[in-house]
Nanobody
Framework: QVQLVESGGGLVQAGDSLRLSCAAS????????MGWFRQAAGNEREFVAA????????DYTDSVKGRFSISKDGAKNAVYLQMNSLKLEDTAVYFC??????????????WGQGTQVTVSS
């Protein structure tokens, strides 16, 4: 069993940066891939980024490539999402997830409660 708690969301202006954190508990955390997803109001949850269990490979949705960076700290049981050059369309609730390396919701077994990111003009 893995529990995930996101933090770091907030209200920022377009062009600003924000770093989301996801704290994980559970002995098997280090063997899982981690992902970040987001869900804007009225939309389905969508893939943002994923990282392999060893941190050696990462994947991003096209709209965030070059702006967002995912990283994992096994010693701290944490995964991060560094978000730069934020845009209005990045506004959403961001969720971290734990499972196998995938850009699909179905690949993940455990989910956090989410943290709100709001980007204003």
């Amino acid at each position: 069993q893995v529990q995930l708690v996101e933090s770091g969301g907030g209200l920022v202006q377009a062009g600003d940066s924000l770093r989301l954190s996801c704290a994980a508990s559970g002995r098997t955390f280090r063997t899982y891939a981690m992902g970040w997803f987001r869900q804007a109001a009225g939309n389905e949850r969508e893939f943002v980024a994923a990282i392999t269990w060893d941190g050696r490979q990462a994947d991003y949705t096209d709209s965030v490539k070059g702006r967002f960076s995912i990283s994992k700290d096994g010693a701290k049981n944490a995964v991060y999402l560094q978000m730069n050059s934020l845009k209005l369309e990045d506004t959403a609730v961001y969720f971290c997830a734990c499972g196998r390396y995938s850009n699909s919701l179905a690949g993940y077994d455990y989910w956090g409660q989410g943290t709100q990111v709001t980007v204003s003009s």
